[in-house]
């Protein structure tokens, strides 16, 4: 069965970085794309980019443009978000979600497996 | 960016009723619109996708309608496993968006 299991909790200082990792189990990495959201509390997600593992190419919300790092170590079956120049605003669950095949395309993307989310606070 | 309004915020309700919640598009997404569950401490559970299209082993108490700006999830005869936030979630256009969720609480 399909997991995305992510990587433990972090706490960050302003300007620091942060990379959370997402290991996908019961599938091949370089299959699909993957996905990354966020969501601050109280907040709906907020959709981050999509990464295509066999490419190394990435499609980033221009909100994170210059500051997000998508990749990936298919040797492990495993996809990376690097967060740079962290602030405040960036506190929140950091969420893998895996997307179409490669041969569907990165178009039209709804949901169903979604790591189980990875706390970043960022406090002085 | 394409926003999406969700009402109620808060929905109060009791097991055995029937709510409804809205979700509205700032442009036309046609029927590319999904509807997540959350509960807290957990990732979002993909409930409905196309608008309409049940997820598979969601029950059939949840009915989603709707296309262009306007539409709907439907929760008929609530049962206690029920409640919790729900989002809308457009896959139209980049970037994706998704509505700031309704919680919908025991009354």
């Known amino acids: 069965q399909v997991q995305l299991v992510q990587s433990g909790p972090e706490v960050k200082k302003p300007g620091a970085s942060v990379r959370v990792a997402c290991k996908a189990s019961?599938?091949?990495?370089?299959?699909?794309?993957m996905h990354w959201m966020r969501q601050a509390p109280g907040q709906g997600p907020e959709w981050m980019g999509w990464?295509?593992?066999?490419?190394?190419?990435?499609n980033y919300a221009q909100k994170f443009k210059g500051r997000a790092t998508m990749t990936s170590d298919t040797s492990i079956n495993t996809a990376y978000l690097e967060l740079k120049r962290l602030r405040s605003a960036d506190t929140a669950i950091y969420y893998c979600?895996?997307?179409?095949?490669?041969?569907?395309?990165?178009?039209?993307?709804?949901?169903?497996?979604w790591g189980q989310g990875a706390l970043v606070t960022v406090s002085s | 960016d394409i926003q999406m309004t969700q009402s109620p915020s808060t929905l109060s309700a009791s097991v055995g009723d029937s709510v409804t919640i809205t979700c509205r598009a700032s442009q036309s997404i046609s029927s590319w619109l999904a509807w997540y569950q959350q509960k807290p401490g957990k990732a979002p559970k993909l409930v409905l996708y196309?608008?309409?299209t049940l997820q598979t082993g969601v029950p059939s108490r949840f009915n989603g309608r709707g296309s262009g700006t306007e539409f709907s999830l439907t929760i008929s005869s609530l049962q206690p496993d029920d409640f919790a936030t729900y989002y809308c979630h457009q896959y139209h256009s980049y970037p994706y968006t998704f509505g700031q969720g309704t919680n919908l609480e025991v009354k």
């Open positions: 019961g599938y091949t990495l370089t299959g699909y794309y």
């Open positions: 990464f295509n593992p066999n490419s190394g190419g990435a």
């Open positions: 196309q608008a309409s």
């Open positions: 979600a895996r997307g179409r095949t490669l041969w569907f395309g990165e178009t039209l993307t709804y949901f169903e497996y």
